[in-house]
Structures are given as C-alpha cells and as structure tokens.
C-alpha cells in the first residue's frame, strides 16, 4: 500500500521551543520534511537564509499571494509569514510527512483546506517558564518579548482548535512523543480507507468460498 504522507501542523508560544523540537525530530526520524517559510522579518543573528527562513522584501511576498504559490499566510507581529505550495505539495506526494510550523491564524487556513492535517500545539511547562526562555534567548529586546507574551496570551484561547497539545519539558522525550503521535495517527481508519476497502472485499469474496 501506498505510505500518504500526513501535513503536520505545529504551532505554540514563541518560545515554546518548536524550533528546536522540529529539529531534532527531523534529525531523529527519516520521515519527515521541514517546510522552509518565507517571511518578511529580518533575520536574527545565526539565521540563514532558506534554512530558518527565506527572507524577502514585502514587494516580493505580495507577489507571491498574488501568483498563488503559497498555501497560506499571516501577520505576525507586523511581519509577514506564508507557507510556500509547492515543495509541501511535492513532499506530501512523495509520502513524507510534511511539518509546517506557523502560527495559529495560519493553521486554521491549512485546516480548512487540508481537513485530515494533524494539528498539534507546543505548550511550555508553566507560563513563567515561557517568559524565562523568551528573555534567556537574548536575541530579543523587552519590547519585543512583550509583545510576545502579549500574543501568547491571545493564542492560548485557540488551543482547542488543535488535535493535541505537547507539552516540552524535556526535549528527547517531547520529540519521542510527538513521533509516536504521527505513528498513530497514520493508522486512523479515515486515513486508511482504501486498505480498508481492499480487506471488505476480499473478506465478502472469501466468505462466499471465490
Ligand atoms: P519567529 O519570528 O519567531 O520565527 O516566528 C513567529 C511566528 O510565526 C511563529 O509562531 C511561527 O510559527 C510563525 N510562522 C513561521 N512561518 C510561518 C508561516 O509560513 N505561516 C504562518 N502563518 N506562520 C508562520
């Protein structure tokens, strides 16, 4: 049978360590594929272009809405983020498991289109572990991580829009449960209705004695 690869929402606080849970979990597994997106921020020290992001003027991210070459896209604190449609759409054939990970506007948009993606939401421990990481970054200023927990608090009310909730305390074992959630849910009946369909046949012609 034919491995469907699934679209792998992940969203959470900034802060929350998405980032370097999907690494590691890339690393980890051959399964998966990252989908690089295009924003319109400027990079933080150590980002490099088409690895963290690929980082184009706003003139040029409008464009690409225009031509219909990104699945979704959202503002974020007043930059632009979009999530790029062909390298997903290729993946997904491929059978690969494809993780985007985009905030919640954004998630919602790839719900709508893509129903069976599984939508998952990377929570800190506690609150005060959440600020602790933003500021311990130091990447960022006061402002900005102001306005960051501002956002969180405004995210927090959309969690149950998610399939799951993943709470990163430790990194390896955090990165052991999210696999095993996508093992499960690769076995969904809903996901694996041509197999399905095949055994029902099978089933009624052997049952007659064919
Ligand atoms: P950061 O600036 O911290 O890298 O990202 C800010 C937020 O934008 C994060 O919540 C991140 O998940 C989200 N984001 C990154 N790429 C995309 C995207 O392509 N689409 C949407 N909707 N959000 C994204």
Known sequence: MERKGILLVVSGFSGAGKGTLMKSLVKAYDNYALSISMTTRTPREGEEEGKAYFFVEEKEFLEKIKEEKVIEYAKYCGNYYGTPKEYVENMLHQGKDVILEIEIQGALKVKKQYPDALLLFVMPPSASELERRLTGRGTETKEVIHQ???????????????????????????????????????????????????????????????
């Open 148 to 210: 960051r927990m501002l956002r969180a608090v405004e995210e927090a009310e959309g969690i149950e829009a998610y399939d799951y909730i993943l709470i990163n305390d430790q990194l390896e074992d955090c990165v052991k449960e999210l696999h095993n959630l996508v093992m499960a849910a690769h076995n969904t009946p809903e996901r694996n209705q041509e197999f399905i369909n095949n055994i029902r046949k099978e089933l009624k012609s052997l049952s007659k004695g064919e």
